[in-house]
């Protein structure tokens, strides 16, 4: 039996954040009997390779405008030569437009967030609306990261409801337990004493991440726990302005700033809590990540985050924009240390049984076998 030819598509190869994170896991543990995937990446960087290396055929098409005639002709021969049975759009319309032109049979975009939170729903535009139903009517399918996007979509977008569907992101978890970590090597190379309580976070340092929230919260928190250090792994546009701010309140000496790393599950492996103070999010795999090492995580209440995060079970959800909120649960929870771990115990629980990538590559899987074998 002749395979089926998936095309996946991305914006940038450069990191493996979340979305990228996502697509790995999900040829990862895709049916290789049954798919031949391949994957287009709209600029160049080391995650090309790392896709070649997986078996997996990976072509690198930079794109410098939406539309971009010499990328878009790139793209159509690729898919007129390769004949690809369905393409899977992790960035948007503009691959699944050459590729309707080109003939694939069946296009399916994950929406990895809509960009909007609670406070933002009475506010949504009618042109905005008018995008977003568009584009679900565009494609076969449109898959979200989490059930309130789904319910936006087809409740405040109009969207037809036959065409949306949830498939949350799941998680490799025994990747993650098999990793060799050592934890007392990793705290002596960042001069951490062993008795030091850790506060950390992972994310690209952009506005949505609201990592300014994290760090005016810091001097809050040493102000209750003076034994504490606060790690930042990440990088990006607002890498300067939250340098500055860490050294404008004086807490320089308690704050690293590690950089990208990717490393940084062994990383988080170190902190005793994790804060993620996010604005908006799809579904953050970083809070799974911490909940996977058995970390109670301080999150804000916006979608995604409410999903995976049942409050003060797991972990305990703040107002976003809210330094004060962020670091009162800090506190709480490094001043119960029995309460910290209760929740690190039930958030592994509750990612084991809900976000493994088993779950999540097998409705994947058949929501490709359902458009492939006709349905609609």
């Not at 490799?172 to 190379?189: V, W």
């Not at 000496?253 to 950089?259: C, L, Y």
């Amino acid at each position: 039996m002749a395979k089926y030819k998936i095309l996946c598509t991305l914006n940038q190869a450069r990191v493996v954040a979340g979305t990228e994170k996502h697509l790995l896991i999900l040829l990862k543990n895709l049916n290789r009997d049954l798919f031949d995937p391949a994957v287009v990446c709209f600029s160049d960087g080391p995650l090309i390779e790392l896709l070649r290396k997986q078996g997996i055929k990976a072509w690198s098409l930079k794109r410098e405008r939406f539309l971009d005639y010499s990328t878009a002709r790139r793209l159509y021969s690729l898919i007129k030569e390769y004949k690809f049975d369905l393409l899977h759009s992790h960035c948007g319309q503009f691959a699944c437009i050459i590729a309707k032109l080109a003939g694939v049979p069946y296009l399916i975009e994950t929406r990895h967030g809509l960009y909007l939170n609670y406070d933002q729903l009475n506010k949504v535009s009618f042109l905005r609306s008018l995008i977003n139903k568009r584009k679900a009517t565009f494609v076969d399918l449109t898959l979200t990261v989490n059930k309130i996007d789904k319910k936006l979509l087809i409740e405040t977008f109009r969207a037809p409801k036959n065409k949306i569907r949830e498939v949350a992101n799941g998680l490799d978890l025994e990747e993650i337990q098999s990793l060799e970590i050592n934890s007392t090597q990793i705290k002596h190379k960042l001069q951490i004493a062993s008795s030091c309580n850790i506060v950390g976070t992972v994310a690209r340092f952009t506005e949505q991440k609201g990592l300014k929230y994290f760090v005016q919260a810091i001097k809050l928190i040493k102000e209750q726990i003076p034994n504490c250090k606060f790690i930042i792994v990440g990088d990006g546009e607002l890498k300067n302005s939250l340098i500055n701010s860490v050294k404008n309140i004086g807490v320089s000496q308690d704050v690293i700033f590690t950089g990208y790393r990717v490393d940084a599950v062994s990383l988080m492996s170190i902190f005793d809590i994790f804060v993620l103070p996010s604005l908006w999010e799809g579904m953050p795999y970083t809070i799974l990540e911490a909940m996977a090492l058995k970390k109670p995580v301080v999150a804000t209440n916006v979608f995604g985050n409410s999903e995976i995060i049942l409050n003060g079970i797991t972990g305990n959800l703040v107002p976003p924009r809210d330094s004060l909120a962020i670091s009162e649960a800090v506190i709480r929870l490094l001043k119960d240390k029995e309460k910290a771990k209760e929740m690190g115990e039930n958030g592994f629980r509750r990612v084991k049984k809900n976000f493994s990538a088993k779950k999540m590559t097998e409705k994947i899987e058949q929501t490709y076998l359902e458009l492939l074998n006709g349905f609609k």
